[in-house]
């Protein structure tokens, strides 16, 4: 499986990306710090499965959602936020997303992955 994680804090990224592995070992992981760079990934390594921030430095992770949905409609997206409001989550529900998720609770994300 191709995991592709969108977030711009490198301390998240390394917990997540030790999380994932103790779970599977066999998952192929690339991350992306930006909008960006994200958007160049997901062209070339082309992810089943993205773990997406709402925020980030150059843009909106919610604009990333729509964006990817259109493309590859049968990515699974996981929003994982440190804004985990009704109205966020109803929003990225709507547009596609089949996760979300709160930054503080991880143990829900490492279910979904493994």
């Known amino acids: ?13 390394t ?5 994932i592995l ?17 958007i160049g990934l997901f062209s070339s390594f082309i992810p089943c ?11 909106s992770g919610i ?7 259109i493309e590859k409609p049968d990515t ?3 929003i994982l936020t440190n804004f985990p409001t009704s109205e966020f989550k109803k929003r990225c529900i709507e547009l596609g997303a089949d996760y979300f998720f709160d930054k ?4 829900g994300l490492l279910k979904v992955i493994g």
């Open 49 to 59: 499965k993205i773990i997406l921030d709402i925020a980030l430095p150059d843009g």
């Open 15 to 19: 917990r997540l990306r030790k999380s």
């Open 1 to 13: 499986m191709k995991l592709l994680i969108v977030d711009d804090s490198e301390l998240l990224q």
């Open 22 to 38: 103790e779970v599977d070992k066999n998952i192929n992981i690339e991350q992306a710090y930006s909008v960006r760079q994200a």
């Open 104 to 107: 503080s609770n991880l143990s």
């Open 76 to 78: 699974e997206i996981i």
């Open 63 to 69: 604009d990333l959602l729509k964006k990817f949905k």
